[in-house]
């Protein structure tokens, strides 16, 4: 398995230094899909926003895993007809509980629908505090996310 992380932001400055970055336009990105659709079995989107590329994609490499990140509001209502498609055929992971039940509550077809709470914690809660009762993370950022996507796709255990 190969993969190559890469970024479509709204400004570059978004980007971490390390993270490739393919440009804040969907021209750019389609470019990009369509430059590396059969390099790589399994592409992230992390917005539903960017089902579009993921139909290009489809097109020209219809083996590939698709996977969305799905985070909230966008996904709390009737998906239109062609992303809930290109979301039937793929993974579809949310962030909590609420947006899971609202995505199938008003989506049907979907089926692979998942609970992945990716950064809900990190945002509600004050890490200072743990360190101050003497727990230190030992894993970095970068490396657990590596971690869970291996676990996920199911090459390890965690």
Not at 34 to 45: E, G, L, M, Q
Not at 150 to 155: F, L, R, V
């Amino acid at each position: 398995m190969s993969a190559e992380i890469v970024g479509i932001y709204d400004d570059e400055n978004d980007v971490r230094p390390t993270l490739p970055f393919i440009g804040s336009s969907k021209i750019q990105a389609f470019r990009y899909i369509f430059a590396n659709a059969k390099k790589f079995d399994t592409f992230i989107f992390a917005h539903v926003n960017l089902a579009p590329l993921a139909m290009a994609l489809h097109l020209l490499n219809p083996k590939a895993r698709i996977i969305f990140c799905t985070h909230g509001i966008e996904i709390w209502k009737k998906l239109p007809k062609p992303t809930e498609w290109i979301m039937n055929g793929s993974t579809v992971l949310t962030v909590s509980n609420f947006s899971m039940n609202e995505l199938k509550r008003y989506n049907l077809k979907l089926n692979d629908v998942r609970l992945f709470p990716n950064c809900m914690m990190k945002k509600l809660t004050d890490p200072s505090k743990l360190h101050a009762l003497g727990w230190k993370h030992t894993v970095e950022l970068h490396e657990g996310i590596e971690k869970m996507y291996a676990w996920y796709i199911g090459e390890r255990d965690l």
